[in-house]
């Protein structure tokens, strides 16, 4: 499994923080008893939900144990448990399950989806946010340098893609009888500092190519991609941009 650094993934934490606090707002529920979060991470945004619902009992699951650990440090009050999202089965049914950034990261996601929407109430809401950038030049690239003869034998099969389209969660969600909303965002990140896009991709997908890459090599990877970064986004007086693209749905289950 892909080891996560809570303390990389949190230096953009703003920037990642915005799109959950986006789609919290679409979410229909006014007084949910239960909400899930799947994919909690580091648990800085546990807040959000409980200013959100003030009165809901919040579980937040994520199947990593550093990031479950530094959520429970700095979140003590929080409920928080390591889980898969693949094989996880919710204890009880929930009003609302919300998941940021994660869906994206994992095999078949769209056959984990429709299970898990089984764990929500009717009249409930499943409100899911995932990057849709496979084709940005930072996800085409690290996947190129990956496939050099030097890395390939390392890297080969380390990362799947699952759909992340907005088109196919409305198909997902319609599909199954239930109502949608459904949107992409494009944001414009400024990054400042020197190789600053390799700076945002080492927290988060770089990570299974770095680390399935021996000592030496993966030194010579990082090298060569942050040089093809480079070139690809250039760096300004006043910062580097980053175009990032994510898709949103929040899907209500019909109340019988």
Excluded: K
């Amino acid at each position: 499994m892909t080891r996560w650094d809570p303390q990389t993934y949190l230096r953009h934490a703003d920037e990642r923080g915005r799109p959950f606090v986006e789609l919290l707002t679409r979410v229909p529920a006014t007084a949910p008893a239960r909400v899930l979060d799947l994919g909690c991470g580091a648990g800085n945004l546990s807040s959000v939900i409980r200013d959100r619902w003030p009165g809901a009992d919040v579980l937040g699951v994520d199947s990593s144990a550093e990031m479950i650990a530094h959520a429970r440090e700095v979140d003590p009050d929080g409920r928080y448990e390591v889980g898969d999202v693949a094989t996880w089965i919710p204890d009880a049914p929930y009003d609302v399950i919300v998941s940021n950034a994660m869906f994206q990261w994992v095999p078949d996601a769209f056959e984990v989806i429709a299970r898990l929407l089984r764990a929500v109430q009717d009249g409930g809401a499943f409100a899911v946010q995932v990057p849709d950038n496979q084709d940005a030049p930072s996800h085409v690239l690290m996947r190129e340098v990956a496939a050099r003869p030097a890395f390939a034998d390392h890297t080969a099969g380390v990362r799947r893609f699952s759909r992340t389209d907005a088109a196919s969660y409305l198909e997902l969600f319609a599909g199954l009888g239930w109502s949608a909303d459904v949107w992409t965002t494009e944001y414009l990140h400024v990054l400042q500092g020197d190789d600053a896009v390799w700076g945002w991709v080492a927290g988060t997908g770089a990570r299974p190519y770095v680390q399935a890459l021996p000592d030496g090599l993966r030194e010579d990877f990082i090298q060569q991609y942050q040089a093809e970064l480079r070139t690809a986004y250039p760096q300004r007086p006043w910062g580097t941009v980053l175009p990032f693209a994510r898709t949103f749905a929040v899907a209500t289950r019909p109340a019988r």
